[in-house]
């Protein structure tokens, strides 16, 4: 096993992908968001990273001073990339796939590592990739798209990613994506069984008997739309055939005085804490996600699950070390 790497990270937000690369062997030279709460979380949690609270687009051609990092990594935002609506793809000024790239014409990391909706692999956004490619190539950079899903990665939810992995030639020859650890993700009711009775709720277990599937994905982060809900009327429905109320999170888990009796639609069925989304998402218990409500399940539901960056980031890392890692 080799030595530890350099890496910058864009986009990080609550910290998924960074935590997840940190395991991997991974340290941050520079952390960017633009969300002030997701910089204090990202503050909390690691005292000692460089966080810059700032609109990425503004650090791109900035002086800041960095020769060169192992590996580009970061979320884009899937907004201008999302099938449903009206979507501007790099004309949105959301989009941060251009200014990534960017960034990497400057820095021409070793390796890159690009996290965002798999709807961009789609027809629609051909262009886009094709541009993309056009720079990488370039630059001299071999890479590969893949959809990987969280739930065959010891995540209990269904969460499906677009990943970029870009490398020059002779590092990219050595890599491969993570094989599934998992055949599926645990049911929520496995998952979060034990902090549902954590007040006495004496329904626990037949709760958790009804929550029998892995989680759908966890959405609502977006900083326009949306309040501390579970999503639209779809996801919403179907958290509710795992008894999950979605409507809104709650404050804390049901105490022996709530009745479970799904019959009675959403007012009979628990709601879900923030700390038991986090759970959802793979982010660890001891992990300190500031702000009030709101903006806590904001920036825990746009999280980049840490086992899945772990597994694309541990490759990542053999590549580079050039052996097993």
């Not at 968001?33 to 609270?53: I, Q």
Request: charged letters at 25%.
């Amino acid at each position: 096993m080799g030595g530890r790497f350099i890496s910058l990270e864009i986009g990080a937000g609550v910290g998924g992908q960074a935590l997840g690369l940190e395991r991997a062997g991974f340290d941050p030279m520079v952390v960017i968001d633009n969300d002030p709460h997701a910089c204090r979380t990202l503050r909390a949690n690691r005292p000692g990273w460089n966080v810059l609270e700032m609109d990425f687009k503004d650090f791109v051609g900035a002086d800041h001073r960095i020769r060169t990092v192992d590996l580009l990594s970061g979320g884009v935002p899937s907004t201008p990339y999302s099938i449903a609506g009206k979507q501007e793809g790099t004309q949105d000024k959301r989009d941060l796939l251009t200014a990534a790239v960017y960034l990497a014409i400057e820095l021409q990391p070793r390796a890159i590592l690009l996290e965002t909706t798999p709807s961009l692999l789609s027809p629609k956004f051909v262009q886009v990739r094709e541009e993309v490619e056009a720079e990488l190539k370039h630059l001299d950079y071999s890479w590969e798209w893949n959809v990987l899903d969280a739930q065959y990665f010891g995540v209990p939810q269904t969460r499906r990613s677009c990943l970029l992995v870009a490398m020059r030639p002779d590092d990219f020859t050595r890599f491969a994506w993570p094989s599934p650890t998992h055949q599926a993700g645990a049911t929520v009711g496995e998952v979060l069984r034990d902090s549902m009775a954590d007040r006495g709720w004496p329904f626990a277990d037949a709760w958790a008997s009804l929550a029998n599937r892995a989680a759908p994905t966890i959405v609502g982060g977006s900083k326009i739309h949306g309040g501390a809900d579970l999503g639209p009327t779809r996801t919403k429905q179907l958290w509710m055939a795992l008894a999950v109320n979605a409507h809104s999170l709650g404050n804390d888990v049901p105490d022996d005085d709530f009745v479970l009796d799904p019959e009675l639609g959403r007012d009979g069925v628990p709601k879900l804490t923030v700390e038991q989304v986090m759970r959802l998402q793979g982010l660890p218990n001891d992990w300190i996600v500031t702000g009030r409500k709101t903006a806590r399940y904001k920036q825990v539901a746009q999280a980049f699950p840490p086992p899945l960056a772990e597994a694309v980031g541990r490759r990542i890392a053999a590549a580079l070390s050039r052996g097993p890692r």
